[in-house]
């Protein structure tokens, strides 16, 4: 019997098989053959004649309808979600592999038995004690624009309910909205520097992600140019000559929620709380920048830090932080990795640094209740043309499967590796969690939901399609499950070892 080659992006089988619930080779999925496709139909069209004799809690799929209980972790209160846009290399950050093509200034070392660019990313090295790296995680493609919103919606974009789907970010501010109090004006969701951010979706528009940046002068628009008194004046006769039309409006959603932008945005106007946390001082951008400069992603992690700080609402924050494209040239000094990597090592590092000296709401610090993740779309090369380790012939690495995940705090037992690739990273040797097959995007969403104690097998039923929208999609049927192995470092059971060989 031929042996399987786990390695080949269209290879499917038991053990690594994601169970993509799409007909198509591409994802790992099984192929609908023709006659089957004709059983299925025919039985449509017989259930849509039966249909009306039903009422509409039929269609109510409650969570965990098919027995695939939810695992929760709940020990986080809010989320800060880290988009390395362009993907960075796996094998020069989170899953370094050593060879001649690593520049010495990388300074490769072993820290709690986990091999790391402390050269590269020297603050990051330091708090090493409390990431958990996934090392498994493998992407179903290999398109910038489709893997970076398949990350934020854990879902097939270009399918019918993924061409609908709200950003994660969007889900948890929907799922947090009832613990809000009266004096907490900030949106649920914001999103920070930039980058190709998704929004809510379907669902209303008071869970879209507001887009803002911190910054020495503060935050625009907070203030009116009539001032303060002449504004609430105005705003209260806006609201006397319109009132019938803001409940239960004849102009339908889209007027209530236009008044919901209304409502949020007079919410932190002259509020001196929300003007301090946009409001950056220069030593604390210059503590969170490169060599005593500010930068973008540098004041977005201070801004993060400031959000989740002051309570007043925000429960995900996403920052997006771009410059890993490295098709060539990816070791040219001054350039290549190198920019991106430093304000990355630097930002993250002074943020994970500052919510752990920071009380928490309920006890402990802040680190302790937010989530920290960050990731790429996917991952790249490990291989020359000839198939040995090295760069490609630009001196570079070019698109590629095999990517890592990080997570810290929010519950997180850090200070190790989850997961096992090939010595010059090309495939995953031992996936590291129970279920034996390679981690993927739709497992990190429900370990981000886990963290929160948001049940990640329900589904809304308030979709236009009328088919119930499923948090993570076929989760409730066994196809995805979080990563538990991330909050505890309990043995796990017996999980079967992938096999990878060299494609010939």
């Given at each position: 019997?031929?042996?399987?080659?786990h390695l080949h992006p269209d290879h499917s089988c038991e053990t690594c098989q994601p169970l993509r619930p799409v007909n198509s080779a591409l994802f790992g999925g099984p192929v609908l053959?023709?006659?089957?496709f004709f059983t299925i139909a025919g039985t449509g069209v017989a259930g849509f004649f039966v249909s009306p004799l039903f009422s509409k809690d039929v269609y109510a799929r409650p969570?965990?309808?098919?027995?695939?209980?939810?695992?929760?972790?709940?020990?986080?209160r809010n989320v800060i979600f880290i988009h390395m846009q362009g993907a960075?290399?796996?094998?020069?950050?989170?899953?370094?592999?050593?060879?001649?093509?690593?520049?010495?200034d990388f300074a490769p070392e072993t820290i709690n038995g986990v091999l790391f660019p402390k050269g590269l990313m020297p603050n990051l090295a330091n708090h090493l004690g409390r990431i958990a790296i996934i090392r498994s995680l493998r992407a179903p493609a290999l398109v910038h624009s489709l893997q970076q919103i398949w990350t934020q919606i854990a879902r097939n974009p270009t399918s019918q309910m993924g061409k609908i789907a709200p950003n994660i970010g969007a889900v948890v501010a929907r799922e947090f909205e009832p613990q809000r109090t009266a004096n907490q004006k900030l949106p649920g969701f914001v999103s920070l520097n930039g980058g190709g951010v998704v929004q809510s979706g379907y669902m209303n528009?008071?869970?879209?992600?507001?887009a803002a940046a911190g910054s020495t002068n503060g935050l625009g628009n907070l203030t009116n140019f009539a001032g303060q008194t002449n504004f609430d004046r105005r705003y209260q006769m806006l609201q006397e000559l319109d009132a019938e039309n803001r409940v239960n409006s004849p102009l339908g959603d889209?007027?209530?929620?236009?008044?919901?932008f209304?409502?949020?945005?007079?919410?932190?106007?002259?509020?001196?709380?929300?003007d301090a946390i946009f409001r950056l001082t220069t030593a604390e951008t210059q503590?969170?920048?490169?060599?005593?400069?500010?930068?973008?992603?540098?004041?977005?992690?201070?801004?993060?830090?400031?959000?989740?700080?002051?309570n007043l609402g925000t429960r995900y924050v996403q920052i997006s932080i771009g410059g890993w494209d490295n098709h060539t040239n990816i070791y040219q000094t001054n350039a290549g990795i190198y920019p991106s990597a430093r304000q990355f090592d630097k930002g993250l590092g002074e943020l994970l640094t500052d919510l752990a000296a920071t009380p928490g709401v309920n006890g402990g610090n802040l680190l302790d209740e937010t989530l920290v993740v960050w990731m790429g779309e996917f991952g790249r090369t490990v291989r020359t043309g000839a198939s040995q380790p090295g760069l490609n012939a630009g001196a570079g690495r070019d698109h590629f499967f095999q990517h890592f995940a990080c997570f810290a705090g929010g519950g997180i037992s850090g200070g190790r590796a989850i997961g096992q690739t090939t010595s010059d990273g090309f495939a995953t040797m031992d996936s590291g969690w129970k279920y034996g097959r390679p981690i993927a995007n739709e497992d990190i969403a429900a370990t981000i939901y886990s963290a929160l104690g948001i049940d990640y097998t329900k589904a809304y039923q308030d979709d236009p399609f009328q088919r119930g929208f499923d948090l993570v999609p076929f989760a409730a049927q066994g196809a995805w499950y979080p990563v538990m192995e991330v909050f505890q470092r309990s043995a796990s059971p017996a999980r079967p070892k992938l096999n990878p060989r060299t494609r010939g």
């Open positions: 019997m031929k042996e399987k080659d053959g023709r006659r089957d969570a965990n309808a098919e027995g695939a209980a939810a695992q929760l972790n709940g020990r986080a960075p290399s796996h094998v020069d950050t989170f899953d370094l592999k050593v060879g001649s093509w690593t520049p010495a528009a008071r869970y879209t992600p507001f889209a007027a209530t929620d236009m008044d919901n209304y409502q949020q945005s007079r919410g932190m106007m002259y509020n001196p709380e929300v503590r969170y920048g490169v060599n005593n400069a500010q930068t973008g992603f540098g004041n977005s992690c201070l801004t993060a830090r400031n959000l989740i700080k002051s």
